[in-house]
């Protein structure tokens, strides 16, 4: 049993679980059959691609760590730091979101 089965079905193989075998509560139907049973969480058809790249996050995290850093040093205090902030994360999300949505928009338009 591989390590991704054995961590996504930690009951499978307990004998409390397959209720069917061992009482009349639930008949052994081919919905619950251990050998037909497939795993959840298989993927279906290629790997996707990470939509999220890790430089890109690495740099805005920075970013948002040296502007929540300087809000904190005096001689900074007339800047809006913290409204910086915001919008920077603001704007990060909104990029994410977009790139998924052009993701999604060239899987459909590749389907027809």
Same mark, same amino acid.
């Given at each position: 049993? @591989?390590?991704?089965?054995?961590?996504?079905?930690?009951?499978?193989?307990? #004998?409390?679980? @397959?209720? *069917?075998?061992? /009482? %009349?509560?639930?008949?052994? /139907?081919?919905?619950?059959?251990?050998?037909?049973?497939?795993?959840?969480?298989?993927?279906?058809? #290629?790997?996707? /691609?990470?939509?999220?790249? $890790?430089? &890109?996050?690495?740099?805005? =995290?920075?970013?948002?760590?040296? =502007?929540?850093?300087?809000?904190?040093? #005096?001689?900074? *205090?007339?800047?809006? =730091?913290?409204?910086?902030?915001? $919008?920077?994360?603001?704007?990060?999300? $909104?990029?994410? @979101?977009?790139?998924?949505?052009?993701?999604?928009? &060239?899987? =459909? %338009? @590749?389907?027809?």
């Amino acid at each position: 049993m @591989a390590l991704t089965e054995f961590l996504m079905e930690p009951f499978g193989d307990s #004998p409390n679980v @397959a209720v *069917g075998v061992r /009482s %009349r509560a639930m008949p052994l /139907s081919s919905l619950n059959a251990p050998e037909q049973r497939q795993p959840r969480f298989a993927p279906k058809g #290629p790997i996707q /691609s990470m939509l999220v790249r $890790i430089p &890109e996050v690495a740099t805005v =995290l920075a970013l948002v760590l040296a =502007l929540l850093a300087a809000k904190h040093v #005096p001689q900074l *205090g007339f800047l809006p =730091l913290s409204q910086m902030t915001g $919008i920077v994360c603001f704007a990060f999300a $909104i990029f994410l @979101a977009l790139r998924i949505y052009r993701e999604e928009l &060239e899987k =459909l %338009r @590749a389907r027809e």
